[in-house]
């Protein structure tokens, strides 16, 4: 397993200064209910406190969280700039700024989850005012996908201490939804023979007027950015899935049949290099087509990409193509406790633009719940969760391409809820429980972190 062999490359890096070492297990076949996990074993964890030579210090941040110390031109809005070859975010006042965000800032749909919070906060405006400030006081400053991004909005709290959030568009699973064809998997949607719908002639229409609903955001200082579409099957087997397709009539079959024929092709005879160059062009289309989209109504505010997953980290076609049309990539970064350095670096030279991770986690098993749901990462303990926020976010930090980080998420998956999404039915992924009780030594490790970020990224650059 690719998380497995970076864990124990990770062991034998004695000059990152690893001081503890945490007992991990993972789960295996975690889409299926009789899911089993593996022993524990002892991965090597960097926490803030083996940094050896750092000394804590505060930055002076302005009211977005941008630091005031560092400024480079204001627009009002956040946009990215490579500085003396590290890329930063630029706030709207003009400061510095990472975007250090939780995902899924929202209200708890369950039964339990809306008894809980008529208790404890009465309506969705008290649930915000304190959210809002648990997250600032903990060193975030920002609300990541599939948060309550019209509750934030409209929050009193918002123009005293915004959280800079993203909003998520799905142009091409919600013309899926309509076209038909898409169905549910674990963590996003399913596509017919794993192949998006980006050739068909009503998508570009569909996404024009899709997208006529973002001019209403345009003049919002506090929105971060836009993402296309979460987790779509890009890969290296799609010109395979399109020449399958069984209706030869399809705008997906066709395309990928005139293309085999312009280039002489045999549809038997597919080489890895014939369809790496037929994912460039399904790539290019799609950045193409939604980023115009995007940027007819909203030219003020950052596209972040359509969140990439998986083995599409190493693919550089598609790191390519999105860095024609983005301002930073979004990419979900599971199965590995430590990030690797020389991907990260690749994926800067493939794209020519900035990264943000936009989801990872681990869970615990003193939670309560059984984690078998989700990504595979399970530890003992809330405190070895937040050692291992540290760790990975420590090299994200390291890493001069990397303008953000967005854990997954505020709530933990409620085992009692009906309907709920497969990957998402029963773990501790939240920084809160169920009730909205704080995981206090998971937060309190985040906040050591975060509220020395800045001070940490000029360690790193200074050694």
């Known amino acids: 397993m690719l998380a497995l ?3 124990q490359q990770a062991l034998a890096q004695d000059s990152l200064d690893f001081q503890q070492k945490i007992e991990v297990r993972k789960v295996l076949n975690n889409s299926k209910p009789n899911s089993t996990f593996t022993a524990y074993r002892p991965f090597s964890t960097r926490t803030l406190k083996s940094l050896t030579g750092f000394k804590a210090k505060a930055t002076a941040t302005d009211l977005y969280g941008g630091r005031k110390d560092r400024r ?3 627009t009002g809005f956040y946009h990215t700039q490579k500085i003396n070859g590290r890329w930063w975010v630029i706030d709207p006042a003009g400061n510095y700024f ?8 929202s209200m708890g749909t369950s039964e339990r989850n809306k008894t809980a919070l008529k208790e404890k906060y009465t309506d969705p405006n008290g649930w915000i005012a304190y959210t809002q400030n648990l997250l600032r006081d903990h060193g975030f400053n920002g609300a990541g996908a599939w948060s309550n991004t019209s509750v934030i909005k409209a929050a009193p709290i918002q123009q005293k201490r915004p959280l800079a959030y993203t909003i998520n568009i799905d142009f091409m699973s919600g013309y899926g939804d309509k076209r038909g064809g898409t169905y549910q998997v674990p963590g996003h949607k399913g596509y017919p023979n794993n192949t998006i719908f980006v050739f068909d002639k009503a998508f570009v229409s569909w996404c024009d007027t899709y997208a006529q609903k973002l001019a209403g955001n345009k003049n919002d200082p506090n929105l971060f950015g836009y993402f296309s579409d979460n987790e779509m099957p890009l890969g290296i087997k799609n010109l395979d899935g399109y020449l399958d397709i069984k209706d030869k009539s399809d ?3 066709i395309a990928a049949k005139s293309w085999i024929d312009a280039h002489g092709i045999d549809a038997a005879r597919l080489t890895d290099q014939n369809r790496l160059d037929f994912l460039e062009v399904i790539a290019d289309r799609y950045f193409s087509v939604v980023a115009a989209a995007i940027k007819k109504y909203d030219p003020n505010h950052m596209y972040l990409g359509c969140r990439f997953h998986g083995a599409q980290g190493k693919l550089q076609v598609l790191w390519k193509s999105a ?6 990539i979004s990419m979900n970064y599971y199965n590995a406790w430590t990030p690797e350095q020389t991907l990260m670096n690749s994926w800067e030279k493939w794209s020519g633009k900035p990264f943000i991770i936009t989801e990872w986690y681990v869970k615990a098993d003193d939670s309560g719940l059984g984690n078998r749901a989700g990504a595979g990462w399970v530890v003992k303990t809330q405190e070895d969760r937040g050692s291992f926020y540290q760790n990975f976010t ?7 391409n990397c303008v953000g980080w967005h854990w997954f998420k505020y709530l933990d998956n409620d085992p009692t809820q009906k309907g709920a999404e497969p990957s998402n039915t029963d773990a501790n ?3 809160v429980d169920n009730y909205y009780n704080s995981y206090s030594p998971l937060l309190e490790k985040m906040a050591e972190l975060n509220l020395n970020m800045y001070a940490i990224i000029d ?3 200074l050694k």
């Open 98 to 105: 990472i975007h250090n965000a939780v995902n899924a800032v």
């Open 251 to 253: 705008e997906g079959y």
């Open 394 to 400: 420590l090299g994200l930090m390291e890493n001069k």
């Open 5 to 7: 062999g970076i864990a």
């Open 459 to 461: 360690f790193f650059d």
């Open 72 to 74: 480079d031109k204001a």
């Open 429 to 431: 992924k939240g920084v």
């Open 323 to 328: 860095g024609k049309y983005v301002d930073a």
